[in-house]
C-alpha cells in the first residue's frame, strides 16, 4: 500500500521516498515508491507529473491500494530518492477542481440538477448538469460562485465515521465502498472526493464560465479558473481590441457593428445572385434547341446558381450541360446534369482523368476537378 502523501498537505511539492519496484513497459517503466505526493488519476482528474530523481515522470495511476508512477527511465528498487511533482500543473488543477465544487453545489443548491460528469484535464474544465441552465441561471451561479471566491473560505477535509455520513447529505457522483473522504466548503458545498484541493477558497483566484451546450438532455458547462480564466481574458480582449480596429467601433460596440456588416454582405449577396441570375439567363437563351452539349465556365458562381443553369440547360441539350466555376490554377467545381443519359457513369472517368472527386444522383452530379478549361471543354464535347 502506497502512503498517500497528498491527502495530508495538498501543497506539498518535494517529498523522499524509497523505490518498491521498477518494471519495463513499452512506453519506459512502472515505478512503485513506498509513500508519494503524486496525485493518482481519478475522480475526473488527471494523475500528476513531475520527476523521480530528476527522471521524468508522465503519468501517474492507481491500481487498488498502489499507486505506479510512469517515468523515462528505470530506477533502482530499494533505493531512496527524491520526487518532485509539477506543481504548477498541479495547482491549476486543484483550483478547478475546487471551484467545480463550489459550481457544481450551487447548481444542486439552485435548480436541484446533479454533476454526473466531469473532466478535468489541462483546458476547460467540462461539468455535465442533469438538467437545462440558460445564460441568466449560469451568469447567477458564476456570481455567488465568485463571492465564494471572495469570502477566503478554508476548504474542509474529513473522513467521518459510517453513523455520522448515515446522518450527513453530502453530493457522490458514484457509489463508494471503504472509507469517504468529504470535501466541505462551508455554505456551498459537500462532496465525497479523492483528489488534492486548495486550503482557502481564495486560492482559486476566479471562476469563469466559459460556455455551456445541450448535452444528452441536460447541460455541458465548460470553466476556467485563476491564471488560465486571466489567459483566456487576455486572448478575448486582444482580439475584441483587434476587431474593434478593424471596424472603427468602440470594443463594447463590436458586436453591433459586425451585426450590421453581415446585413450589408447579405444585401451585397442577394444583389450578386441576382445579377448572376440575369447572366445566366443570358446565357441559356444562347443556347439552340437540340445542342448536343453545353460546357460554360464562368468564375463566381454560387452553387444555387449553378444548379438552376444545368436543370434549365439539360432541357435544351441532347447529351450533357455542365457549368464549371473556378481556375485553371486552382480547380474548378462542377454541376454537370442530363435528361438523356446517366451522368454519374461519365463523371466516374471525368473525375478518373481530371484528379476529381464528386457524385450524385443519375440525372445531375457536382464534385470538383483540377485541369485546364480547354482540355475540360474538349473531353466533355468528345
Not at 497528498?6 to 509513500?35: N, Y
Not at 484535464?121 to 447567477?140: A, W
Not at 465525497?192 to 441536460?218: D, F, N, Q, W
Request: charged letters at 25%.
Amino acid at each position: 500500500m502506497t502512503e498517500r502523501l497528498f491527502d495530508r498537505d495538498s501543497h506539498l511539492q518535494k517529498f523522499t521516498a524509497e523505490v518498491i519496484s521498477c518494471e519495463a513497459i513499452e512506453e519506459g517503466w512502472k515505478v512503485e515508491l513506498d509513500r508519494t505526493a503524486f496525485f493518482p488519476e481519478g475522480g475526473g482528474q488527471k494523475g500528476d507529473t513531475g520527476s523521480l530523481e530528476g527522471i521524468e515522470v508522465w503519468d501517474t495511476q492507481e491500481t487498488g491500494d498502489r499507486i505506479f508512477h510512469y517515468t523515462r527511465g528505470p530506477l533502482e528498487p530499494g533505493s531512496a530518492i527524491q520526487g518532485a511533482i509539477d506543481f504548477e500543473k498541479r495547482f491549476s488543477r486543484m483550483q478547478h477542481h475546487s471551484g467545480e465544487h463550489i459550481v457544481s453545489g450551487l447548481v444542486h443548491r439552485f435548480f436541484g440538477y446533479h454533476n454526473v460528469g466531469f473532466h478535468l484535464g489541462d483546458g476547460p474544465v467540462t461539468m455535465d448538469f442533469s438538467g437545462p441552465l440558460n445564460d441568466e441561471e449560469l451568469r447567477r451561479v458564476e456570481l455567488e460562485a465568485n463571492r465564494a471566491v471572495a469570502a477566503n473560505l478554508q476548504v474542509q477535509v474529513s473522513y467521518p465515521e459510517k453513523e455520522v455520513l448515515a446522518q450527513m447529505e453530502y453530493r457522490s457522483k458514484i457509489e463508494i465502498e471503504g472509507q469517504i473522504r468529504l470535501i466541505t466548503i462551508p455554505g456551498y458545498d459537500v462532496c465525497a472526493c479523492c483528489a488534492p484541493h486548495v486550503s482557502l477558497t481564495g486560492e482559486i483566484g476566479s471562476i469563469k464560465l466559459t460556455g455551456s451546450a445541450r448535452y444528452k438532455g441536460g447541460t455541458r458547462v465548460s470553466m476556467l479558473c485563476g491564471l488560465r480564466a486571466l489567459e483566456d481574458y487576455n486572448l478575448k480582449e486582444k482580439n475584441v481590441a483587434e476587431i474593434s480596429a478593424l471596424l472603427s467601433a468602440k470594443p463594447e460596440e463590436v458586436a453591433i457593428a459586425v451585426k450590421r456588416l453581415l446585413a450589408e454582405l447579405q444585401e451585397k449577396k442577394e444583389r450578386i445572385a441576382g445579377l448572376q441570375e440575369q447572366l445566366l439567363i443570358q446565357k441559356l437563351e444562347q443556347i439552340p434547341m437540340g445542342q448536343k452539349t453545353v460546357c460554360l465556365f464562368q468564375p463566381g458562381l454560387d452553387t444555387i446558381a449553378m444548379r438552376n443553369f444545368v436543370n434549365a440547360g439539360a432541357e435544351k441539350c441532347t447529351g450533357i450541360c455542365g457549368v464549371f466555376a473556378g481556375d485553371d490554377e486552382s480547380g474548378y467545381q462542377y454541376i454537370l446534369g442530363s435528361r438523356t443519359q446517366d451522368v454519374r457513369e461519365f463523371a466516374k472517368e471525368f473525375n478518373l482523368v481530371f484528379h476529381g472527386k464528386g457524385g450524385g444522383k443519375p440525372e445531375m452530379v457536382q464534385g470538383y476537378v483540377r485541369g485546364s478549361r480547354t482540355a475540360i471543354e474538349n473531353y466533355i464535347s468528345r
